[in-house]
């Protein structure tokens, strides 16, 4: 039977709430042979209280990861709701998969309610800590710090602090609520809570940030912790773990949720009923910031993880520093692309494929014209960290990395995906096998969006040297023909004949006019005066050799300038530009013909005095020759 695959869309999966999950998810997906796709976007939703918004280019650039999922190649879809940048992305996914009747589940995600969900209960978790404020250590001066008023978690948290002290016959005390902003605004709280007369015996805390605040603060005044005053937490962070005294919270079962939302998708599959919402409780763990665990026990593990901490993040500066220097001085984008295994080094991947839209690797003029605020159809694999894959690689984006049927393998496989993109242009993404879930957070974040900006950079610049020369052809080219006009003449023409003289080699001027172009614009019309200059120029082009510099210097006068022509080979292309003509004016059908008369003039180096000099010497030859046809002897 074929193998399943689930789709799972989260934002920042190396962060530690979503780790967690992610983590119960992947073990799950090892344990029941199933594949697992992560679209990842990068940057976290921003919490209520910022007052910088993302711009619509970041948000579009991080919601475009969702667009790459490929529905026909996907069983099920697990979403992480509460995580999205933006909330039109849990609904638009959603519609997508139920019209290929994908079941979609979402997690942890308690303001957006789909057919499935995982929810993760607050209130049970919330209840943990005050029950164990109150019943363990026989507390009745309970404070509490909650978020915003009127959020849904602060809320919910506050209604199970209330119902707590109801069950056990403790008054409840509006003084004794304060609302921190899960952020700094805790330290002021606290400090309220220290100026009434009677202070209180414990303090719970919605978010462990706040409550590492509020310790700090109690520190501040010389309270002890737990000897004065009790703090607790919620979220169980990592920090809550390695900060003295390490913080006695209550966390909702992350990774239990991971587990528990692979397996509801199996019972679909299966064709089972299930119901709508599954609901996981949370855990208590107890440490030493209530006194249930000795504080001494915590201060080696702390300064271990600080130094280990440090370590890492000095490491990833040296990397950073080293990998941006080496893409400012990159001049292909192999050579951009190719310190990427560096850092995926650092992040332990076990492979890693850049793709790149074919927009910015294939077209002729570097994606100005395509619309590249999506992944174009076709990709281009810019690199491969084992080396399978050979650089320019071309794939279709629904086949999402350069390797086919690479779902249907002997083993099941786990990659993740995460935008490239700067300002409006998306430029790809990165493909990746994590070498484990968890543990870099930020400094992941951060190397993407280094790649994608110096990505960025050098593709713009790729742009704007297509701009400039297309500009320099405006200013050097003739708009007809697209050969060079008089100032590319000058340029071009010049630099030939100054490379002869210095190579030592001759210089050839031919001077070309097109017979009877007058009576031509007079009796047929100046499109068909324009069609016979066009006809002739092309004609000179293909006739003369490929290094010549080939000039429309008038209405119908051309100049070319050729060197190291062996003397006596000129005839041999002024006869080919008649053929040419001859070839045309055989097959085009129209009522009159088009012809030329040429003449030329070669020089040594030696004798070689100015470009105009051999350009009239030319244009005399070519005149004796229009003569000669006007009298009949030619």
Request: with cysteine; proline share 3%; net charge negative.
């Amino acid at each position: 039977m074929k193998r399943k695959t689930i789709a799972l869309c989260v934002t920042g999966f190396d962060w530690e709430k979503e780790s967690r999950i992610v983590d119960g998810v992947w073990r799950t997906c090892i344990d029941k042979d199933i594949n697992l796709l992560v679209f990842v976007n990068l940057l976290r939703k921003q919490p209520v209280f910022s007052d910088k918004p993302y711009s619509e280019s970041i948000l579009n650039g991080e919601s475009e990861i969702f667009d790459l999922i490929n529905y026909d190649l996907v069983d099920g879809v697990l979403i992480l709701g509460d995580t999205m940048i933006r909330e039109s992305i849990i609904d638009d996914i959603s519609k997508r998969a139920e019209a290929k009747n994908i079941p979609v589940i979402n997690v942890a995600d308690p303001d957006h309610h789909l057919k499935h969900n995982v929810l993760l209960s607050d209130r049970n978790a919330m209840e943990l800590c005050i029950r164990h404020l109150v019943e363990v250590h026989g507390f009745t001066k309970i404070n509490f710090i909650g978020g915003f008023p009127g959020n849904y978690e602060t809320e919910t948290r506050l209604a199970a602090y209330k119902k707590v002290l109801d069950e056990h016959g403790i008054p409840f005390e509006e003084k004794r609520v304060g609302y921190g902003e899960f952020w700094r605004k805790a330290y002021d709280v606290t400090e309220e809570f220290l100026k009434d007369g009677e202070p209180p015996e414990a303090i719970a805390c919605a978010s462990d940030m706040m409550a590492i605040f509020c310790m700090e603060r109690l520190k501040s005044h010389g309270y002890r912790i737990p000897e004065d005053i009790t703090v607790t937490g919620f979220d169980g962070i990592k920090e809550s773990e390695i900060y003295s005294p390490a913080l006695t919270t209550s966390r909702h079962a992350y990774g239990k949720s991971g587990v528990k939302a692979v397996e509801m998708l199996e019972n679909i599959w299966a064709g089972m009923e299930i119901s709508d919402d599954l609901v996981v409780e949370s855990e208590l763990i107890a440490r030493c910031s209530c006194g249930c665990v000795p504080k001494k026990e915590r201060v080696e593990d702390f300064y271990d993880e600080q130094i280990l901490y440090r370590n890492k993040n000095l490491e990833f500066s040296h990397l950073l520093i080293d990998m941006n220097a080496r893409f400012a001085a990159a001049e292909t984008s192999e050579e951009l692309f190719a310190d990427c295994i560096t850092g995926s080094d650092f992040f332990h991947m076990k492979d890693l494929y850049v793709c790149i839209s074919s927009y910015f690797e294939k077209s002729e003029d570097d994606g100005i014209s395509a619309d590249t605020s999506c992944f174009a159809d076709e990709m281009v694999c810019m690199l491969d960290r084992q080396g399978k894959v050979p650089v320019g690689t071309e794939f279709s984006s629904k086949e999402l990395v350069p390797v086919k049927h690479l779902l249907d393998g002997d083993k099941m496989v786990f990659i993740a995906f995460s935008p490239l993109y700067y300002r409006d242009n998306i430029m790809g993404y990165l493909a990746y096998e994590p070498g484990y879930v968890g543990g870099s957070g930020d400094l992941f974040t951060t190397w993407v969006l280094n790649i994608a900006n110096n990505a960025g950079s050098f593709y713009m610049k790729k742009q704007l040297k297509y701009v400039v020369k297309k500009l320099e052809n405006l200013h050097v080219r003739d708009p007809l023909t697209d050969l060079y006009n008089r100032r590319g003449m000058n340029s071009f023409g010049g630099k030939v004949a100054a490379d002869a003289v210095k190579n030592k080699s001759t210089i050839t001027v031919f001077s070309v006019d097109i017979d009877n172009l007058k009576p031509i614009n007079d009796n047929y019309g100046h499109s068909s005066g324009d069609n016979a200059i066009c006809r002739a120029a092309l004609a000179i082009k293909e006739a003369m050799p490929e290094s010549s510099v080939c000039c429309r210097t008038g209405g119908d006068e051309f100049v070319v300038i050729s060197s190291g022509l062996e003397k006596g080979s000129e005839k041999q292309y002024i006869n080919t530009i008649a053929q040419q003509l001859d070839g045309y004016n055989s097959k085009s059908n129209m009522p009159y013909n088009v012809s030329c008369s040429c003449g030329y003039y070669t020089a040594d180096s030696s004798e070689f005095e100015s470009l105009e000099k051999m350009i009239t010497l030319a244009d005399m030859e070519m005149y004796k020759v229009k003569s000669a046809k006007k009298a009949g002897r030619f």
